[in-house]
């Protein structure tokens, strides 16, 4: 069965820095894309960011310069290195793969807050 394994949430100060992990546990082949989502309370779950087997990146445009998503070069693990953020970026976020199949994960709370 295959999994993801989310890590690497919390709270933080606003413009302070948290970096989330996802690993996927289990066989699975010809993952394509891997991305992160966030859902704040009352609102919609929403892309973030994603990153594709040729190191394609994507950005929700209020993330672009302080969010950068990276995965290793198996395509295993995708890491979200979140710097200066505000309270608006508080949400629980999620890890998704593509392969093509849709696998998420049980999602990490990010709160930021002073």
């Known amino acids: 069965q295959v999994q993801l394994v989310e890590s690497g949430g919390g709270l933080v100060q606003p413009g302070g820095s948290l970096r989330l992990s996802c690993a996927v546990s289990g066989s699975i082949f010809n993952i394509n894309v891997m991305g992160w989502y966030r859902q704040a309370p009352g609102k919609e779950r929403e892309l973030v960011a994603s990153?594709?087997?040729?190191?394609?990146?994507n950005y929700e445009y209020s993330v672009k310069g302080r969010f950068t998503i990276s995965s290793d070069n198996a395509m295993r693990t995708v890491y979200l290195q979140m710097n200066s953020l505000k309270p608006e970026d508080t949400a629980v976020y999620y890890c998704?793969?593509?392969?093509?199949?849709?696998?998420w994960g049980q999602g990490t709370q990010v709160t930021v807050s002073s």
């Open positions: 990153i594709t087997r040729g190191d394609f990146t």
């Open positions: 998704r793969v593509i392969a093509p199949i849709s696998i």
